[in-house]
């Protein structure tokens, strides 16, 4: 059964479709929004698996849908990659009063949507995620950006899709590493605003991961509802919003540490990233032991890294994640700023946070 989810953004508002089996509806969904040629932009993984079902079902609706393959991976979500993708758009015929469609995970979506918000000062687009991590998260809320190599998503605007389809079914192609990575953002809506999710999450995340749809179906859109949400009170950031950067500020300096790569994944950086908030949340006096370790023990059960001995290789320099964490989107006045927890289900934002006690989490 799908779910419909509205993000409440007054005339930029628009609907989450969340439900098993959505792709076979994708053309009826976009039609409204399709005018003349609608470039489809994908990477050569996810094409190889869905482009051509989807061109079928746009076929279908009477849609031009012309496809753009971008190289996989965070290499694309750079200066060269948009430049590429910004020509085969402008290729593509697409008109200004036109609609871009994102068919991919969290990179062809950042790309592309903030392609679409340049691209003729302003294209619509579409999210049609194929990732977990998309799913519940990059898809949602306008955030798009590319990497630089300062930091993750340093480059980038605010460009709110038109409609968002989560097919949960397309989840079962993912490679089973991406898909618990992914899960790791569907904890962490548990662990910053809802102690009910995350119990239930203890008792049925591991169902879903393993394919049972409506669990899955109920993780995704529970998710979705819990952002869009924060996403319609606080859309560009400048308070709550912030809380959905739960483990992201130490998650993008490991990611940074490891050079982007498929050493350390974006979701297994986040999940580290919430174990070490909360264990300097404890260390603080901020948030019971007892929370952090039961945090840290559904991690591990549903086979998510929690400590940074847990990556691959050299272990990162505290002073070098430290340095990398000054890079981030969130340093104001010269001041990192952490989300930091009182307990599972109670996240706050604080830049008054001893940088020696950070050293010490990171130490450990």
Same mark, same amino acid.
């Given at each position: 059964?799908?779910?419909?989810?509205?993000? &409440?953004?007054?005339?930029?508002?628009? +609907?989450?479709? *969340? =439900?098993?089996?959505? #792709?076979?509806?994708?053309?009826?969904?976009?039609?409204?929004?399709?005018? &003349?040629?609608?470039?489809?932009?994908? +990477?050569?993984? *996810? =094409?190889?698996?869905? #482009?051509?079902?989807?061109?079928?079902?746009?076929?279908?609706?009477?849609?031009?849908a012309r496809p753009v393959v971008m190289p996989p991976g965070e290499g694309?979500?750079?200066?060269?990659?948009?430049?590429?993708?910004?020509?085969?758009?402008?290729?593509?015929?697409?008109?200004r009063g036109g609609l871009i469609v994102a068919l991919g995970g969290g990179v062809i979506g950042d790309l592309t949507g903030f392609a679409a918000g340049i691209l003729k000062r302003g294209v619509a687009f579409a999210q049609i995620p194929t990732t977990l991590l998309a799913q519940v998260d990059s898809s949602v809320g306008g955030k798009t950006a590319i990497n630089a190599s300062q930091g993750k998503n340093l480059i980038g605007l605010f460009h709110q899709p038109r409609i968002v389809i989560a097919d949960t079914a397309l989840l079962a192609t993912l490679p089973r590493r991406e898909l618990v990575a992914g899960y790791a953002?569907?904890?962490?809506?548990?662990?910053?605003?809802?102690?009910?999710?995350?119990?239930?999450?203890?008792?049925?995340?591991?169902?879903?991961?393993?394919?049972?749809?409506?669990?899955?179906?109920?993780a995704v859109a529970h998710s979705c509802r819990m952002k869009a949400a924060i996403v319609a009170r606080d859309e560009r950031e400048t308070g709550e919003r912030a809380l959905l950067?739960?483990?992201h500020t130490f998650g993008h300096a490991l990611e940074a540490a490891t050079g982007f790569s498929d050493q350390l994944i974006h979701g297994e950086g986040v999940a580290i990233g919430m174990a070490l908030a909360f264990q300097l949340s404890v260390r603080l006096g901020l948030a019971p032991g007892q929370d952090a370790e039961r945090f840290v023990r559904h991690l591990k059960a549903a086979g998510l890294p929690s400590a940074i001995s847990d990556i691959p290789g050299p272990r990162?320099?505290?002073?070098?994640?430290?340095?990398?964490?000054?890079?981030?989107?969130?340093?104001?006045?010269?001041?990192?700023?952490?989300i930091l927890l009182k307990g599972l289900g109670r996240s706050f934002v604080t830049s008054d946070v001893p940088l020696g006690a950070v050293r010490d989490v990171l130490s450990a």
């Open positions: 059964m799908s779910q419909v989810i509205r993000v &409440g953004l007054g005339e930029r508002g628009y +609907d989450i479709h *969340v =439900g098993h089996g959505l #792709l076979g509806q994708a053309g009826a969904l976009l039609k409204p929004l399709a005018r &003349g040629p609608v470039p489809v932009v994908t +990477d050569a993984t *996810v =094409g190889e698996i869905h #482009l051509a079902r989807f061109l079928d079902v746009c076929g279908k609706s009477d849609i031009d694309s979500k750079s200066f060269p990659g948009l430049e590429k993708l910004s020509g085969s758009l402008l290729d593509s015929g697409v008109d953002e569907v904890v962490k809506y548990g662990a910053l605003g809802d102690a009910d999710f995350f119990e239930w999450l203890e008792a049925n995340g591991v169902k879903a991961l393993a394919g049972d749809s409506d669990a899955l179906i109920h950067n739960l483990g990162p320099a505290p002073d070098a994640l430290i340095a990398a964490m000054g890079h981030d989107k969130k340093v104001k006045d010269g001041k990192l700023t952490f």
